[in-house]
């Protein structure tokens, strides 16, 4: 037997909705008396959907019937909210239906919310987010999922950014879609990082297709980093922090050297990203970013993909301070390093970290130009 839901906030995207439900919808307006949105806030931080509140006008949304298994998919996503009897009028006649809010009293109310504003700035990156959080209907507790969520916007931003890339083959495969035949997908691993395991087949070169292969990949989101740069004092600013992956490999010295760096948080560039990460990591304000090589730094079993950029800023004596985010257990202190001292680091291999050893390389490459448009 199906039963009438309504949609006020952003489950009114139909594509996001369909990729909850499990199938393609026809959603019919309606609208619930004496109410209005307004964006749900924890602390400072504007949140991803709306809270609705007492209001004069009514709140137009979308009604929708769904079936018992249906309900279940949608108890699934919806699990951090409670749902709710309400009625509605739907071409002028009241309806009764469910509806989700959230608890009262877990988020601060902020200004109010429009469901066209964040369409255009949310929706691709929810509804690919979604897919993957449904994914997990069925074997995987909806607490564990709702935990995980955050992780799952990163990787979706960068899953959309990857689409978006130009993809030059001069020398390379120009690959097809057709190319590549995913017969199972699982999830081994689901916390900060994933570890998708993969059953797949390819094209080969010669024209054929391999056999069936077994293929892990480590997924996490996307990355920046930005070495700043001063043309007129020949300087650059590197930051140093303990790593745990140097530690795991059994290094004697787990504390490395590296250019300001972080994750491309959901619905910023890794230009805001690097500009962020510089006045949290080092009190740094940047100038003006170049953009240099980005890469994979481990293709063969990683989804990590870094934006590189050379920052021109100002870096006199004592600029900078100690820094990283306390409640990400983040301790960073900065260093200033002339450039002659810099390719002496890499020279000893003391610059152990991939992004520093690149952008040192391409800041060498520029550095001539740099300086003299500095009028160094």
């Known amino acids: 037997m199906s039963e009438f839901f309504f949609f006020y906030g952003t489950l009114r995207h139909e594509a996001l ?33 709306p809270i609705p509140v007492p209001g004069p006008d009514g709140l137009e949304g979308v009604m929708v019937a769904l079936s018992a298994k249906e309900r279940a998919r ?57 897919q993957e959080f449904m994914r997990g209907f069925g074997s995987v507790p909806a607490d564990r999922a709702l935990a995980r969520y955050p992780q799952m916007l990163v990787r979706a931003a960068s899953r959309l950014r990857a689409e978006a890339m130009p993809t030059p083959a001069e020398l390379r495969r120009q690959a097809q879609p057709e190319d590549i035949v995913i ?20 094209r080969t070169f010669s024209g054929g297709e391999t056999a069936p292969l077994d293929r892990a990949v480590f997924v996490s989101g996307d990355a920046a980093c930005v070495l700043p740069y001063d043309p007129v004092r020949d300087r650059v600013l590197l930051i140093e922090q303990f790593r745990p992956g140097p530690m795991a490999r059994g290094d004697r010295n787990p504390w490395m050297l590296e250019p300001i760096a972080g994750r491309v948080d959901p619905f910023e560039t890794p230009e805001e990203a690097v500009r962020r990460e510089a006045v949290e990591e080092a009190g ?71 992004p520093a050893v690149l952008l040192t390389l391409w800041l060498a490459r520029l550095r001539p130009e740099l300086r003299a448009a500095a009028g160094a």
């Open 17 to 49: 909705l369909s990729a909850v439900v499990g199938r393609k919808l026809a959603p019919q307006r309606a609208v619930l008396p004496r109410t209005c949105l307004v964006e749900a806030r924890d602390g400072t931080r504007e949140l991803a959907f």
């Open 74 to 130: 949608l108890d699934y996503y919806e699990a951090g909210f409670q749902r709710d009897r309400a009625q509605v009028l739907s071409n002028g006649q009241p309806t009764d239906v469910w509806l989700y809010r959230p608890a009262p009293g877990r988020w601060q109310q902020g200004a109010s919310w429009e469901f066209a504003h964040w369409q255009a700035r949310w929706g691709a990156i929810a509804v690919a987010a979604a």
């Open 183 to 202: 017969e199972a997908e699982t999830v081994g691993y689901a916390h900060f990082f994933a570890v998708e395991d993969y059953r797949l087949r390819h």
């Open 284 to 354: 740094l304000s940047v100038g003006r970013l170049i953009v240099a090589p980005n890469y994979y730094p481990t293709p063969g079993a990683k989804s990590e993909f870094i934006y590189n950029f050379i920052a021109l800023t100002e870096l006199s004596d004592g600029v900078g301070s100690p820094g990283g985010m306390i409640d990400e257990g983040e301790d960073i202190r900065p260093h200033l390093v002339s450039f002659a001292q810099l390719e002496g680091l890499l020279a000893s291999g003391e610059l152990l970290n991939g």
